[in-house]
């Protein structure tokens, strides 16, 4: 009656114990009985049902029972939308039928007649009866008792899910999401669309209140906001939808009794502004949790939704949850990603007459933490360190090992008054004894003043790409000099020192590879953008070359981190 349609294992739910009354009246009946609460959770069988069906009363309750027994001829899963008893199930009404069948434990069906109807328990819950009688032979199956035609056809529902499916989950955007959802529904299915999320603080927020204007959508923004809380005990549609109980059909009649809760106040403020005469509300399931409810109305539309209405609904509101649900976690992960990445990130020194700014962009996917890095820190001569790296790999292992190389080359470089070429022979020979790092490229340098008001520059480079250096007159320069092996490679080659004067008003760039790689270009083509760039911002505040080199040079397909050093000579 309720639950995802295709499922091999019928997801079992906690229910309540049926009174004893109840279960003696069940045994009482001559026929096959089981009962199911408002979700179509099983709540109790006789022993005729647990005959006929070949299970026992613990294999059924607090199953599915459309997911767990409804099945097609040849014991194919039965399609929501051609349940006849999950139609008059969503109606609330008496009804009857045969030739449905019920799936056995071998895999074989059993035909069956059936009657099914409403009724409400002593505590106000509403319950289902279900009563079934074995039928040797059916001919033909029955059509639906008094369903009404649904709006599509099965090939046009069919395509509708198809392109759900596509739209909604090549997005990893809330906010797009919602967009395309509004644009699938609208005014395909109804002139008006309403979704409530619930945020993660378990409040309710109407995030889209939007109808057909044309071929465009229009936002009600004075209609979207915070909502009231959803009350347990709330039995009107749009809580049991957010409270993720059942999908219903409804109307502004209902809204216009006394509410029960705030929420219903807002429902009827929605219906008396909107105008709708007809609504399907149906929950936003993710995978552990319920995530909102998508409300679809009609009010130029005259013809009023009908339960048969309901799977198709379900349907697409069951995507929009699966893609809602990735979305929050993708963004969860985003977060945290950044925030890592931010601390282990340090804060630029203050050096006297230097000025110096950074920039780290996550990867696309920014669900990942990257091992790009960056630093500056003084020394204990009072030169200042410069430092810029890549450690292979973008999972917590590589940002773990860019944080202990980072400290590692801090302590070394303080305590070992020693040029750049050794203190990074140091780091290579500890870093796979003490590290978990297996690769990883850097460039090392110290930087000092000296008298005439020049700046001397001192560096190795362990594979890494050259620094940039772009005088005051914007003619630029790759420092190519002092290049050597990378970190990690097992060579113990004599690493190289090189050295470069920088003169007043001189800006040098240091960058990770993620700022000039591209796909399928060379280089060289990366490195020529970066140079024509940054020398074209040279007589710019250093923080706009940044901001203006990372926007222009960064490839658009690029699928790695960034890291940026830039610093400034006075002029």
Same mark, same amino acid.
């Given at each position: 009656?309720?639950?995802?349609?295709?499922?091999?294992?019928? =997801?079992?739910?906690?229910?309540?114990?049926?009174?004893?009354?109840?279960?003696?009246?069940?045994?009482?009946?001559?026929?096959?009985?089981?009962?199911?609460?408002?979700?179509?959770?099983?709540?109790?069988?006789?022993?005729?049902?647990?005959?006929?069906?070949?299970?026992?009363?613990?294999?059924?309750?607090?199953?599915?029972?459309?997911?767990?027994?409804?099945?097609?001829?040849? /014991?194919?899963?039965?399609?929501?939308?051609?349940?006849?008893?999950?139609?008059?199930?969503?109606?609330?009404?008496?009804?009857?039928?045969?030739?449905?069948?019920?799936?056995?434990?071998?895999?074989?069906?059993?035909?069956?007649?059936?009657?099914?109807?409403?009724?409400?328990?002593?505590?106000?819950?509403?319950?289902?009866?279900?009563?079934?009688?074995?039928?040797?032979?059916?001919?033909?199956?029955?059509?639906?008792?008094?369903?009404?035609?649904?709006?599509?056809?099965?090939?046009?529902?069919?395509?509708?899910?198809?392109?759900?499916?596509?739209?909604?989950?090549?997005?990893?955007?809330?906010?797009?999401?919602? =967009?395309?959802?509004?644009?699938? %529904?609208?005014?395909?299915?109804?002139?008006?669309?309403?979704?409530?999320?619930?945020?993660?603080?378990?409040? %309710?927020?109407?995030?889209?209140?939007?109808?057909?204007?044309?071929? !465009?959508?229009?936002?009600?923004?004075?209609?979207?906001?915070?909502?009231?809380?959803?009350?347990?005990?709330?039995?009107?549609?749009?809580?049991?939808?957010?409270?993720?109980?059942?999908?219903?059909?409804?109307?502004?009649?209902?809204?216009?009794?006394?509410?029960?809760?705030?929420?219903?106040?807002?429902?009827?403020?929605?219906?008396?502004?909107?105008?709708?005469?007809?609504?399907?509300?149906?929950?936003?399931?993710?995978?552990?949790?319920?995530?909102?409810?998508?409300?679809?109305?009609?009010?130029?539309?005259?013809?009023?939704?009908?339960?048969?209405?309901?799977?198709?609904?379900?349907?697409?509101?069951? =995507?929009?949850?699966?893609?809602?649900?990735?979305? =929050?976690?993708?963004?969860?992960?985003?977060?945290?990603?950044?925030?890592?990445?931010?601390?282990?990130?340090?804060?630029?020194?203050?050096?006297?007459?230097? *000025?110096?700014?950074?920039?780290?962009?996550?990867?696309?996917?920014?669900?990942?933490?990257?091992?790009?890095?960056?630093?500056?820190?003084?020394?204990?001569?009072?030169?200042?360190?410069?430092?810029?790296?890549?450690?292979? /790999?973008?999972?917590?292992?590589?940002?773990?090992?860019?944080?202990?190389?980072?400290?590692?080359?801090?302590?070394?470089?303080?305590?070992?008054?020693?040029?750049?070429?050794?203190?990074?022979?140091?780091?290579?020979?500890?870093? *796979?004894?003490?590290?978990?790092?297996?690769?990883?490229?850097?460039?090392?340098?110290?930087?000092?003043?000296?008298?005439?008001?020049?700046?001397?520059?001192?560096?190795?480079?362990?594979?890494?790409?050259?620094?940039?250096?772009?005088?005051?007159? /914007?003619?630029?320069?790759?420092?190519?000099? /002092?290049?050597? %092996?990378?970190?990690? !490679?097992?060579?113990?080659?004599?690493?190289?020192?090189?050295?470069?004067?920088?003169?007043?008003?001189?800006?040098?760039?240091?960058?990770?590879?993620?700022?000039?790689?591209?796909?399928?270009?060379?280089?060289?083509?990366?490195?020529?953008?970066?140079?024509?760039?940054?020398?074209?911002?040279?007589?710019?505040?250093?923080?706009?070359?940044?901001?203006?080199?990372?926007?222009?040079?960064?490839?658009?397909?690029?699928?790695?981190?960034?890291?940026?050093?830039?610093?400034?000579?006075?002029?």
């Amino acid at each position: 009656m309720e639950g995802p349609q295709d499922t091999e294992t019928p =997801r079992r739910e906690a229910v309540a114990p049926a009174p004893a009354a109840l279960s003696q009246a069940l045994a009482a009946l001559g026929a096959g009985a089981y009962l199911v609460d408002e979700r179509g959770c099983i709540l109790a069988v006789n022993e005729q049902a647990e005959r006929m069906l070949g299970r026992s009363a613990d294999e059924l309750v607090g199953q599915d029972a459309h997911d767990l027994l409804h099945r097609g001829p040849h /014991g194919q899963p039965l399609p929501h939308s051609q349940c006849a008893m999950r139609h008059a199930f969503h109606a609330g009404r008496p009804a009857q039928g045969a030739g449905e069948y019920f799936a056995l434990p071998d895999g074989s069906v059993r035909p069956v007649g059936w009657l099914i109807t409403p009724y409400a328990d002593g505590g106000g819950e509403e319950r289902t009866l279900v009563l079934f009688h074995p039928q040797e032979i059916v001919e033909k199956p029955a059509s639906p008792p008094e369903t009404p035609t649904a709006t599509l056809t099965e090939l046009e529902r069919l395509a509708l899910l198809a392109e759900a499916t596509a739209q909604l989950t090549s997005t990893l955007d809330t906010d797009e999401t919602l =967009r395309r959802l509004g644009h699938l %529904v609208v005014p395909r299915l109804a002139d008006w669309v309403i979704v409530d999320l619930i945020t993660e603080r378990d409040e %309710v927020w109407r995030d889209v209140v939007a109808h057909a204007d044309g071929a !465009t959508l229009k936002r009600h923004e004075d209609l979207e906001g915070p909502m009231p809380p959803v009350l347990a005990e709330s039995q009107w549609p749009l809580s049991r939808a957010l409270r993720g109980v059942s999908s219903t059909v409804t109307g502004p009649e209902r809204y216009h009794r006394e509410p029960d809760s705030g929420i219903a106040v807002e429902q009827r403020r929605l219906f008396d502004r909107t105008g709708m005469h007809s609504a399907a509300i149906a929950p936003i399931r993710g995978t552990r949790e319920v995530l909102g409810a998508l409300t679809l109305g009609r009010a130029e539309d005259p013809v009023a939704f009908t339960p048969a209405d309901l799977p198709l609904v379900e349907d697409i509101a069951r =995507r929009a949850g699966l893609a809602l649900d990735n979305a =929050r976690l993708y963004q969860r992960q985003r977060k945290v990603a950044e925030t890592m990445q931010n601390h282990l990130l340090p804060q630029m020194p203050g050096v006297p007459g230097l *000025e110096m700014t950074a920039r780290y962009l996550p990867a696309p996917d920014a669900s990942q933490v990257g091992g790009d890095w960056y630093d500056a820190f003084p020394l204990s001569d009072g030169a200042t360190a410069l430092a810029i790296g890549d450690v292979v /790999g973008h999972d917590l292992e590589a940002a773990s090992g860019m944080a202990q190389l980072r400290n590692m080359l801090r302590a070394y470089a303080w305590s070992q008054n020693e040029p750049p070429s050794r203190i990074v022979t140091r780091l290579d020979e500890a870093m *796979e004894h003490i590290t978990d790092v297996s690769m990883a490229t850097m460039v090392f340098a110290r930087i000092e003043a000296l008298e005439d008001g020049t700046w001397r520059l001192s560096w190795t480079n362990a594979g890494h790409p050259p620094m940039l250096l772009i005088a005051r007159d /914007g003619v630029a320069r790759f420092l190519e000099e /002092g290049h050597g %092996v990378a970190l990690g !490679t097992g060579l113990r080659a004599r690493r190289p020192d090189a050295q470069a004067v920088l003169e007043p008003g001189s800006t040098l760039v240091l960058y990770t590879d993620g700022l000039v790689e591209e796909h399928g270009q060379i280089l060289d083509v990366g490195l020529d953008r970066l140079r024509r760039h940054a020398a074209a911002y040279v007589h710019r505040p250093l923080t706009v070359l940044a901001d203006q080199v990372l926007r222009r040079v960064r490839p658009a397909d690029n699928d790695d981190d960034v890291a940026l050093l830039a610093l400034r000579a006075p002029v």
